[in-house]
């Protein structure tokens, strides 16, 4: 027998060591013992029978024979549970409700937008079904009443976080819902905030964390679909705030309130968790717990908080700055109009007109890009301006500047507002504080022009002024009379000058005999020919004449403007379509030329300007108008918004949204005849939400019936039956162990049944021993592989990322998470000149312990990839994104960046919850919680039974020895066979000395029968 040692032992010497143990075998212990293995034998207590018997499966017995051999489990007191925050009319909440199946929401869009994912969403609504959705477009709103088969992957049609996604229904005139959305983006303080607040520093561990907008929804006694036959109801709440820059979800669960029936629900089960439909997700940990522990997360204990009914989750993917919030703050800390007197200057409208204006003087700020230079002027009191010019001297911008030495802050709230975000309300709102620059009003200073009008520049004491021109000596006299209090025209003199004084005057030198001579070198220059001859130095008067033409120049340069550019400020167009706009130009030699090229524009030399829309890849347009007889440029950068809505009737040209850093604006769209999407590019149809599961969707009539033995509209579906039969049926305390779900089965007329984790074997949830997928401890490293690939549609970055990852979401094992890189690899162009372009993807997948998909990403992962990329699937019609085709691949154009062999994962999986059960892995099923009881725990014939504490074995009697010892691997002799050998070996011992006795005797008698003396026949006559 197994493990066991055998010797041949006399009987005499069994029967002394029989009689030796006799004083020591008592009625039911064992006697002596057999050991398995090399250890000596040893006395030890057996367990009672009635320890290992198994517990009935009909619950009506069950109920009554439980196993003595451990006390019943007593329920381990829940720790503290979360609390909801205030909710109703008292807390300032607006209820929403509509008496249908489905309804959604208001939208809410905050002015931050929303960071979701890699994404800053712009509005989101909530539903019945316990969903929060951030739609593609305002007119995309759908309730969505099934949940996920598959739980959230990533790449869900739909972006949402879900509380608690399922079927509910409000028709009833039952239960209610309340929100309040909560704005604090300058630090007004809201007790719910501050609580939501609290709640987040503490999980994150981040205490700088201050909520600028919050959204706090609470279902309050929800029911099931549908409401008039199920039981029980759910109050639950989910917050969502944002910083700007991070994102958060807090699901609360009121404890006791989540009363759903698990046993009514005949769809898929309830989701939770979120989806930001580029590819970031999280599933719940319930989603991997056994149903009835998924309808009760107020029973969930959150482990970073230690609550009880609290989920938490991180929605962005990343942290960004937002330039929303930025500017909004900016905005708010300005006044509305500018309290400080501007300066009234105008820019120059050339480099070259602002370089000889004394009144500017170039400055250095780096912030403007590549080419770009800047004059500023400066008074003591109102400020400045600033003005900047491109690399043909063309006047591009101007602004305001309080003080000298803050270039930095005051350009930083204009990109905050104009350039870094995509709302151009708030450029406009930034110009109001800002008024905008420009060079329409610059007038070149003139010396001795003091109000723009020459002709009043002399004016004498009386009122009466000298006409410009006038002779020298006029000018004199009136300089003479000029004065103020006592000051003259040029100021103080400390010397007073004669009464009779009267300087030498132009007239009287022209007229010396001498002067024809001497001024010969001038060439009628005026101011060389006076210096000349009042000095008679013609050096003194050749320096004049070049100090004089310097200064002619300047003033031409000063008094000469570029050509000007007239027309459409703002250019309106719909895709596809050719818009024609004409630019004028007061110059007649101008000729026009776009600053940087773009494929959908083409302007001519004469000012006209054809856009046709193909795109909306970001650009600006900038147009420059440039005369050859002067040499001076001007720009004009207009604003180009373009409409891309399926219909132009639907273009809101005045709700656009900004593409990217560029002037490129995309108009709204206002969908109407029952079309919805950003563009209204898809028609409704009953077939956008799905029907319920394994129920058909036929386009344009809607769903078909639902399954047999349910009834309901194809996308609601329930059972026949109603569970008002057993209504007035209720569990038993305590009727099922190990956390089992007790609920009143109408099948089984209302007999009490037990909804068990996946372990346990029984209808009590007592003996486990079933296989089960184990949790996730710990979370894996990706399987990352790298891919190279190539494609002739000249696609953007982020049509080959969509692209990628929906060719890889459709993998025959769904375990592809994101690709974390997209880079586009510069290469010669082919000979053919065909603009075939090369990328460089890093892909990423998760590892799972179920089913086969660690086989897959180990040993079939790079196989499929390059099967994939050979028959690419179309992609499907409801979404949005681009089709990239690529070129096929082979095996050299995909390989491995990371894979974990299967001794490495088993580190970061857990049989969790339930002792003694094994981690083994099958390439089929890959790891699987198996318990001992199936892989031979128990010797020699024990019966293996798996207990909460772990497996133990019921031993049993076969032959002459009883097994016992934890695995049943002692063997003990039965005491009824003890006792029996030991009486037959007495007895037989008991015959054998009877007998000797009996030879011995008879030899003794016999042989003093026949024995004669001889002495005796010797004294015989």
């Known amino acids: 027998m197994k493990g066991t040692r055998w010797r041949r032992v006399p009987w005499v010497s069994l029967s002394c060591l029989c009689l030796c143990l006799l004083p020591h075998v008592v009625p039911g212990m064992t006697t002596?013992?057999?050991?398995?293995?090399?250890?000596?034998?040893?006395?030890?207590?057996?367990?009672?029978?009635?320890?290992?018997?198994?517990?009935?499966?009909?619950?009506?017995?069950?109920?009554?024979?439980?196993?003595?051999?451990?006390?019943?489990?007593?329920?381990?007191?829940?720790?503290?549970?979360?609390?909801?925050?205030?909710?109703?009319?008292?807390?300032?909440?607006?209820?929403?409700?509509?008496?249908?199946?489905?309804?959604?929401?208001?939208?809410?869009?905050?002015?931050?937008?929303?960071?979701?994912?890699?994404?800053?969403r712009d509005s989101l609504y909530f539903t019945d079904n316990g969903q929060i959705i951030f739609p593609e477009s305002d007119y995309q709103m759908f309730s969505y009443p099934n949940p996920l088969p598959t739980g959230f992957t990533g790449w869900d049609p739909v972006a949402l976080v879900a509380p608690f996604w399922d079927d509910a229904d409000f028709s009833t005139g039952q239960g209610t819902i309340f929100y309040q959305e909560y704005e604090t983006l300058y630090g007004e303080r809201r007790l719910p905030v501050l609580q939501a607040?609290?709640?987040?520093?503490?999980?994150?561990?981040?205490?700088?964390?201050?909520?600028?907008?919050?959204l706090k929804v609470t279902w309050v006694n929800a029911h099931a679909y549908p409401a008039q036959w199920t039981l029980g109801s759910n109050t639950y709440q989910a917050i969502l705030s944002t910083d700007g820059s991070r994102s958060y979800a807090l699901f609360l669960y009121q404890s006791g309130g989540m009363q759903w029936d698990v046993a009514q629900r005949s769809g898929n089960l309830v989701l939770m968790g979120f989806s930001s439909g580029d590819g970031y997700f999280e599933n719940s940990p319930l989603m991997s717990q056994p149903v009835w522990e998924k309808y009760r997360p107020d029973r969930f204990l959150n482990s970073s908080s230690g609550l009880r009914g609290l989920q938490f989750?991180?929605?962005?993917?990343?942290?960004?700055?937002?330039?929303?919030?930025?500017?909004?703050?900016?905005?708010?800390?300005?006044?509305?109009?500018?309290?400080?007197?501007?300066?009234?200057?105008?820019?120059?409208?050339?480099?070259?007109q602002g370089r000889w204006d004394l009144r500017f003087q170039p400055v250095s700020i780096g912030l403007l890009g590549l080419g770009s230079r800047q004059l500023c002027s400066f008074t003591s009191w109102r400020g400045g301006v600033c003005c900047s010019y491109g690399p043909w001297g063309e006047f591009r911008e101007g602004w305001?500047?309080?003080?000298?030495?803050?270039?930095?802050?005051?350009?930083?709230?204009?990109?905050?507002?104009?350039?870094?975000?995509?709302?151009?309300?708030?450029?406009?709102?930034?110009?109001?504080?800002r008024p905008r620059v420009g060079c329409a009003t610059y007038r070149p200073p003139r010396p001795g022009v003091w109000n723009n009008n020459p002709q009043d520049d002399f004016r004498m004491p009386n009122g009466s002024t000298v006409p410009p021109g006038s002779s020298e000596e006029t000018l004199f006299h009136y300089g003479m009379t000029w004065q103020i209090n006592g000051t003259g025209l040029l100021g103080k003199r400390n010397d007073q000058l004669p009464s009779n004084f009267t300087p030498v005057f132009y007239s009287q030198l022209q007229n010396s005999s001498w002067a024809e001579d001497v001024i010969s070198s001038c060439n009628g220059d005026s101011s060389c020919i006076y210096d000349t001859l009042a000095l008679r130095n013609a050096s003194i008067g050749l320096h004049t004449r070049a100090v004089s033409k310097t200064y002619k120049q300047v003033n031409a340069t000063l008094n000469q403007y570029p050509p000007s550019i007239n027309g459409g400020r703002v250019?309106?167009?719909?895709?596809?379509?050719?818009?024609?706009?004409?630019?004028?130009?007061?110059?007649?030699?101008?000729?026009?030329?776009?600053?940087?090229?773009?494929?959908?524009?083409?302007?001519?030399?004469?000012?006209?300007?054809?856009?046709?829309?193909?795109?909306?890849?970001?650009?600006?347009?900038?147009?420059?108008?440039?005369?050859?007889?002067?040499?001076?440029?001007?720009?004009?950068?207009?604003?180009?918004?373009?409409?891309?809505?399926?219909?132009?009737?639907?273009?809101?040209?005045?709700?656009?949204?900004?593409?990217?850093?560029?002037?490129?604006?995309?108009?709204?769209c206002k969908c109407d005849g029952g079309t919805f999407g950003r563009y209204c590019e898809r028609s409704k149809d009953t077939c956008e939400e799905p029907c319920f599961p394994s129920v058909r969707c036929i386009p344009g009539k809607g769903c078909e019936a639902c399954p047999p033995h349910l009834t309901g509209d194809g996308r609601h579906c329930a059972a026949l039956g109603s569970s008002l039969l057993c209504r007035n049926q209720s569990c038993p305390v305590n009727y099922c162990y190990n956390q089992g779900r007790c609920y009143i089965s109408q099948t089984l007329g209302c007999q009490p049944t037990c909804t068990c984790p996946p372990a346990f074997t029984d209808s009590l949830c007592f003996l486990a021993g079933n296989n089960f997928s184990p949790t996730v401890h710990l979370e894996p490293p990706l399987r990352v592989i790298q891919l190279l690939l190539s494609e002739e549609e000249n696609a953007s970055m982020a049509e080959v990322n969509a692209s990628v990852a929906y060719i890889l979401g459709t993998l025959d094992m769904r375990a592809f998470l994101r690709n974390s890189q997209v880079n586009r690899i510069d290469s010669p162009a082919p000979a053919s000149g065909s603009p075939i372009q090369h990328w460089m993807v890093i892909s990423?997948?998760?590892?799972?312990?179920?089913?086969?998909?660690?086989?897959?990403?180990?040993?079939?992962?790079?196989?499929?990839?390059?099967?994939?990329?050979?028959?690419?699937?179309?992609?499907r019609r409801e979404e949005s994104r681009n089709h990239v085709v690529f070129q096929p691949i082979s095996g050299e154009d995909v390989w491995d960046v990371r894979a974990l062999n299967v001794s490495t994962l088993k580190a970061y999986f857990k049989c969790n919850g339930y002792k003694g059960y094994d981690l083994v892995y099958s390439p089929q099923s890959g790891?699987?919680?198996?318990?001992?009881?199936?892989?031979?725990?128990?010797?020699?014939?024990?019966?293996?039974?798996?207990?909460?504490?772990g497996p133990r074995c019921s031993c049993v009697s076969f032959s002459i020895y009883t097994a016992w010892g934890e695995h049943c691997e002692h063997l003990s002799m039965k005491l009824d066979v003890f006792f029996g050998i030991f009486f037959g070996s007495l007895g037989g011992l008991l015959l054998l000395g009877v007998g000797v006795f009996v030879v011995l005797r008879f030899w003794h008698c016999s042989r003093t029968s026949f024995s004669y003396p001889l002495h005796s026949a010797e004294a015989s006559p």
């Open 400 to 433: 305001h500047v309080q003080r000298p030495w803050q270039f930095a802050p005051e350009l930083e709230p204009q990109n905050w507002c104009c350039l870094w975000n995509d709302k151009p309300y708030l450029c406009a709102l930034y110009q109001q504080r």
């Open 844 to 875: 990423e997948f998760q590892y799972r312990p179920w089913g086969p998909v660690i086989d897959f990403l180990n040993n079939q992962l790079l196989a499929a990839v390059v099967e994939a990329f050979l028959y690419q699937v179309p992609r």
């Open 197 to 214: 607040e609290s709640w987040i520093r503490k999980i994150t561990n981040n205490g700088g964390f201050k909520a600028r907008w919050t």
């Open 313 to 352: 989750y991180r929605l962005h993917r990343e942290e960004r700055p937002n330039y929303r919030l930025e500017c909004l703050q900016w905005l708010k800390s300005q006044p509305q109009w500018p309290s400080w007197g501007w300066n009234q200057v105008s820019c120059p409208c050339s480099w070259q």
């Open 571 to 668: 250019v309106e167009a719909y895709k596809g379509q050719t818009t024609l706009i004409q630019y004028t130009s007061n110059a007649e030699d101008a000729t026009f030329t776009l600053r940087d090229n773009c494929t959908d524009f083409k302007l001519f030399e004469n000012g006209t300007l054809l856009w046709t829309p193909k795109s909306l890849e970001p650009f600006t347009l900038e147009i420059l108008a440039r005369s050859a007889k002067i040499g001076l440029a001007s720009a004009l950068q207009p604003r180009t918004v373009v409409c891309h809505c399926n219909a132009e009737s639907q273009c809101l040209y005045n709700q656009t949204s900004r593409v990217g850093n560029s002037s490129l604006e995309m108009a709204g």
């Open 927 to 949: 790891f699987t919680c198996v318990s001992p009881c199936s892989r031979g725990y128990c010797d020699h014939g024990g019966q293996c039974q798996h207990l909460p504490s």
């Open 32 to 120: 002596t013992s057999v050991k398995t293995g090399s250890e000596s034998g040893r006395v030890t207590s057996l367990p009672p029978a009635t320890s290992q018997a198994s517990t009935s499966a009909t619950p009506s017995t069950a109920m009554h024979t439980r196993s003595t051999a451990a006390p019943a489990p007593v329920p381990v007191q829940p720790e503290k549970g979360a609390s909801l925050l205030p909710y109703g009319a008292g807390a300032g909440d607006l209820e929403f409700v509509r008496r249908t199946v489905d309804f959604t929401s208001p939208l809410f869009r905050p002015a931050t937008g929303f960071p979701l994912g890699s994404s800053l």
